[in-house]
């Protein structure tokens, strides 16, 4: 097991792997946890899956796999599948989560539509072009962990430096609103960064299970603390355990995909949260439980004491 370790650590394309999976993990969980808060978890998931389209088509316009063109072409879909919902909600009596499922279905068949014909059009440049439907670190060179990793960090430093507003906007808009904060204005900011956490998660994790890296660390997170901050710190560091988790899991067994094992880890500690977080874990309920059953039990044996007394006195009057 050292040995294996040693080896992890000892190899220059295993250390800038990890150091990716862990930056992109800690940015997916600090976006997460205001994605979370206001209650907008599916938007992440439409958000991933139509950015298929716009990374095959910018493949199609270029004919090299570049991070960057694809995080160019993913945004600019997701964005367009933002504006589609918005469309749909406002101009319609469609509820926005109907909005959701009908935007994320188009969206993610015309990107297998589009994956199809690219694999079928004998362009060579296009093998593991696939790896971005569930995720495979091990294909991530130096430059998009370069990339990744400053975008990871452009994200955690723009919520620390927004972060009253954000926590305004998440909690009650309508108190920012009237503060004379531009809610409109944070809502996209926070609707842009969800965005850009997803398109620079798709390499490690998939387009198919990236929301689940910017979602389930954020709600374990919840369990251990009531205070936002503490709660942005912990689904960060949650995110980075899991993507470093899974880097490494996926790397040691061959051919098994960086997506869905990230996502397993996170779910470990999701489980983990709900069992033994302090105040809201099944095990800190339980331990309260009996707790208080035990504490009416004895508070009911002190109180019948006198009332048996008085009435054993009462027979003896009466006799």
């Given at each position: 097991?050292?040995?294996?370790?040693?080896?992890?650590?000892?190899?220059?394309?295993?250390?800038?792997?990890?150091?990716?999976?862990?930056l992109?993990?800690?940015?997916?969980?600090?976006i997460?946890?205001?994605?979370?808060?206001?209650?907008?978890?599916?938007?992440?998931?439409?958000?991933?899956?139509?950015?298929?389209?716009?990374?095959?088509?910018?493949?199609?316009?270029?004919?090299?796999?570049?991070?960057?063109?694809?995080?160019?072409?993913?945004i600019?879909?997701?964005?367009?599948?933002?504006?589609?919902?918005?469309?749909?909600?406002?101009?319609?009596?469609?509820?926005?989560?109907a909005?959701?499922?009908?935007?994320?279905?188009?969206?993610?068949?015309?990107?297998?539509?589009?994956?199809?014909?690219?694999?079928?059009?004998?362009?060579?440049?296009?093998?593991?072009l696939?790896?971005?439907?569930?995720?495979?670190?091990?294909?991530?060179?130096?430059?998009?962990?370069?990339?990744?990793?400053?975008?990871?960090?452009?994200?955690?430093?723009?919520?620390?430096?927004?972060?009253?507003?954000?926590?305004?906007?998440?909690?009650?808009?309508?108190?920012?609103?009237?503060?004379?904060?531009?809610?409109?204005?944070?809502?996209?900011?926070?609707?842009?960064?969800?965005?850009?956490?997803?398109?620079?998660?798709?390499?490690?994790?998939?387009?198919?299970?990236?929301?689940?890296?910017?979602?389930?660390?954020?709600?374990?997170?919840?369990?251990?603390?009531?205070?936002?901050?503490?709660?942005?710190?912990?689904?960060?560091l949650?995110?980075?355990?899991?993507?470093?988790?899974?880097?490494?899991?996926?790397?040691?067994?061959?051919?098994?995909?960086?997506?869905?094992?990230?996502?397993?880890?996170?779910?470990?500690?999701?489980?983990?949260?709900?069992?033994?977080?302090?105040?809201?874990?099944?095990?800190?309920k339980?331990?309260?439980?009996?707790?208080?059953?035990?504490?009416?039990?004895s508070?009911?044996?002190?109180?019948?004491?006198?009332?048996?007394i008085?009435?054993?006195?009462?027979?003896?009057?009466?006799?």
């Open positions: 097991m050292f040995d294996t370790m040693f080896g992890w650590f000892s190899d220059p394309n295993m250390r800038w792997i990890l150091t990716g999976s862990l992109l993990g800690l940015g997916s969980g600090v997460g946890s205001f994605t979370f808060l206001r209650k907008q978890s599916l938007l992440g998931d439409a958000l991933a899956h139509a950015a298929l389209p716009g990374i095959c088509i910018a493949f199609m316009l270029s004919g090299v796999k570049s991070v960057g063109l694809f995080m160019i072409g993913a600019l879909s997701g964005m367009l599948a933002t504006f589609g919902i918005h469309f749909v909600t406002r101009y319609s009596r469609i509820k926005q989560d909005a959701l499922g009908i935007v994320l279905t188009v969206f993610f068949g015309v990107g297998v539509v589009l994956m199809t014909k690219i694999q079928h059009s004998g362009n060579g440049n296009q093998s593991g696939d790896k971005y439907m569930f995720g495979q670190a091990a294909s991530m060179m130096l430059s998009d962990v370069y990339l990744m990793g400053a975008v990871s960090v452009l994200l955690v430093l723009i919520c620390a430096l927004f972060f009253k507003e954000f926590k305004l906007v998440s909690f009650d808009p309508g108190f920012a609103r009237g503060m004379g904060l531009k809610v409109w204005l944070y809502e996209q900011l926070l609707l842009l960064l969800t965005v850009i956490a997803v398109v620079v998660g798709i390499q490690a994790v998939g387009v198919v299970l990236v929301a689940a890296l910017l979602i389930t660390p954020a709600v374990a997170a919840r369990y251990w603390t009531d205070a936002l901050g503490i709660m942005v710190v912990l689904a960060g949650f995110g980075a355990l899991s993507g470093v988790t899974g880097t490494l899991i996926s790397s040691t067994l061959s051919n098994l995909p960086t997506g869905p094992v990230t996502v397993l880890a996170a779910t470990a500690l999701f489980v983990v949260s709900i069992v033994f977080a302090p105040r809201r874990g099944l095990l800190a339980w331990l309260r439980h009996r707790r208080t059953r035990k504490d009416v039990r508070g009911l044996g002190v109180q019948t004491a006198p009332s048996m008085s009435q054993h006195a009462a027979e003896r009057g009466a006799d």
